[in-house]
């Protein structure tokens, strides 16, 4: 919510920074693809540590870039105009999106995990990530 209304601001004083948002964004989405495209697969788990809390786990998405680049490129594109109700309106929708997709993330990587132990595995999933990052990264420079 805070973002919708920060960038309604930011748009109004500066014209050119939703391209220089858009522009930044494909690049950070490459960076990623080419880390996860190069990244040996090596998980480094002795199965023995606790895994971080859920409050941990929603603080955490404060230094979160992806989050950052999905909640400005959604608020620009759907509620640009910086209308209060708009905003709200995104800001409510993109709450249950948003859980909903962090849900089936934990659900796969529950029913996934024991097939991703071996290395070579998470490399071959690793680089269709890439790949389908690189598809997003394209599709948004359309």
Known sequence: MLTGFSL???LSR???????????????LFYMAFKLAVDKGDLHS???AAGPSMLT???MQ??????????????GAY????DGSEVLRFTAIYFVICYASIATWAF???????RLRDARRVRWVNRGLAVI???SAVQMMV
């Open 57 to 59: 786990g929603a603080a």
């Open 46 to 48: 002795s199965g023995t």
């Open 108 to 114: 796969a990587g529950m029913r996934l995990q024991h």
């Open 8 to 10: 309604q601001e930011l």
């Open 133 to 135: 990052l690189v598809a």
């Open 79 to 82: 509620a640009a105009s910086g």
């Open 14 to 28: 500066w014209s050119g920074s939703m391209k220089l948002i858009q522009w930044a964004g494909v690049a950070f």
């Open 62 to 75: 404060w230094l979160n870039p992806k989050a950052w680049l999905a909640s400005v490129a959604g608020m």
